[in-house]
């Protein structure tokens, strides 16, 4: 029975987070995709059908689609995984660029960029690193840190404790120097900290969750093309893989909440200082409850000694 409540309790857990995630204000991008650089290839032809021009836009469609941010001076974030090592280990702090292939203010912006790491990484004298996140393989880590809109910049400092948001308006390259050479950030009195930052303990749970459905997704769409697994036994794998997780999950939830499920069903805490017990508040409640019950007792004897001696006074006043 009580494994069954572990199942429940962490499919339940999970279910909220997913929907937490999915509620949050991310992967909006229509704004950005009107401005995006792609073309395709045309080709001018004769009456006979051979070819004698083409497009010299292919070539800038070859290049608008090309990574960005691959210089020397960039670290480039391939998973969220990635992304909570480096920085929640980190005490620099981090230029954060989130960026798409398709993005077209991204390929105008990022030469500008690019040029100021590398001006920054040479000089030696500064103490802001530069790292990209790409939206083609990484949406998980866009949940977490609630991009709306690309290019989106921000700074992680602080072991990730500390996350601002960089959006100037007008976006321009001296806008950025500016930003990043008198350091306005520190400026920024209520920075974005605690369980819901990006590094927070929900932001990390939610990037992880999304991370791992999408992982999942892949994985079952392998297994149907490549070995022609129906879909039906796909599910069924998919639910024996949520059984285990929500279970692997409720057990670390009630082990940070400081319960973990005891046998019989009982509740028991887990050992650690400072925290009180629910053995020690079992133990105490007998002598509790019989100390609160004494004034109850006083008062019903008082109250039935009274009764009785009623009616002998009323008789003795009829006599």
Known sequence: MMAFRSLLAGVALLCLLLVSALAAPQADFDGVADDAVVTTATTTTTDGGAPIDADVDAAAAAKALAPLFTGPAFVQLENPFQVNDLFTHSDKTWFVTFHASWCGVCHRFAPSIESLAEEFAASGNSDVHFASINLDTNLATAAQFRVSAIPAMYIVRDFGQKVHAYHPRPLTPAALRVFLEEKQWLNDEAPWSGIG?????????????????????????YLREVYHFPQWLVSLFGFGLLAVASFAFAGIFFRVIGVTPGPGGAASAAASPGMLHMDDIAADLPATVEASEQPEKATASATATAGTSAPSTRKRRNN
């Open 197 to 221: 930052s990006p590094f927070g303990w929900g932001g990390r749970t939610i990037s992880i969750v999304l991370s791992v459905v999408s992982y999942y997704m892949q994985f079952s769409q």
